[in-house]
């Protein structure tokens, strides 16, 4: 059996995911079987409501482990994807020290957080409750998404916040916040991504960031990078698609 989530997470492994935002068991077992070390079941765009979101974790077998990106963060959605037996949350927007310790809270039982007790598949419907009690805290993972220059600004008081295990740079809303929107090759988004992943590195704090294929993927993880996250799952079936199209109906428009 190997490691908890967690554990591979913080000891610098590199592990690769893919994103996931169609409502779809079977998508999320096909990804996990295909080797995948972790899903980013994202909750934040798209369409997907806490029931689809259990059923994608309930799809997925180990070592794959799946982490859900919260809307917001609030007690509600952070209980709510944990519940499902998620191994932890990514947490968008974490703009500042007190974003990344409202996440930790939720996360966490008490006495380290306050975190909502009750029956759910994580603990397996009340069955193995005091397992799941002891070991919640020291498995679940919370992810600070970075992805505003404000962040970028407070990137060394996020990573103070005990229990921020890793933070994941989202480039598009970065580059947004800097008015440049979908311009990810722009120098300043360039130079404030660098600027993440830097303090990161001197805190000692695994970083992540997400990559259209695998090319780009390739080129962070030789930057440093050890969360990574590649391609969408519309994205990817759309390209096969198109590809399929483009080589047997070559006139098509
Ligand atoms: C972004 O690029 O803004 C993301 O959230 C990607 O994960
Ligand atoms: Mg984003």
């Not at 709510?80 to 968008?92: E, F, H, Q």
């Not at 000692?204 to 780009?216: C, D, K, N, Q, T």
């Not at 990574?228 to 070559?250: Q, W």
Request: net charge negative; proline share 5%; hydrophobic share 45%.
């Amino acid at each position: 059996m190997s490691a908890p989530f967690r554990e591979r997470l913080r000891r610098g492994d590199r592990l690769v995911g893919t994103l996931l935002g169609l409502p779809s068991p079977e998508l999320a077992e096909i990804a996990a079987d295909a080797g995948f070390d972790w899903l980013f079941i994202d909750m934040e765009h798209g369409a997907l409501e806490a029931r689809d979101v259990l059923r994608m974790v309930q799809a997925v077998r180990e070592p794959a482990a799946c982490l859900v990106r919260i809307p917001e963060t609030s007690e509600m959605w952070i209980k709510k994807a944990l519940d499902t037996g998620a191994a932890g949350i990514i947490v968008p927007h974490v703009n500042g020290a007190e974003d990344a310790a409202r996440a930790v809270h939720w996360s966490k039982y008490p006495p380290e957080g306050g975190r909502s007790v009750g029956f759910s598949r994580a603990n397996r419907y009340g069955v193995r409750f005091r397992e799941n009690v002891g070991t919640a805290n020291a498995e679940t993972v919370v992810v600070a998404q970075v992805e505003h220059i404000d962040g970028v600004r407070a990137i060394e008081a996020i990573l103070a916040v005990p229990g921020v295990d890793a933070v994941f740079i989202g480039p598009y809303d970065l580059s947004a916040s800097l008015n440049k929107t979908g311009r990810l090759e722009e120098r300043e988004v360039q130079d404030a991504i660098r600027a993440v992943a830097a303090a990161c590195a001197r805190a000692r704090i695994p970083v992540g960031i997400f990559s259209g294929g695998a090319a780009g993927a390739l080129q962070a993880i030789e930057a440093g990078y050890t969360l990574i996250c590649v391609g969408v799952d519309s994205g990817l079936y759309a390209e096969a698609a198109a590809g399929i199209v483009r080589a047997l109906k070559p006139r098509n428009p």
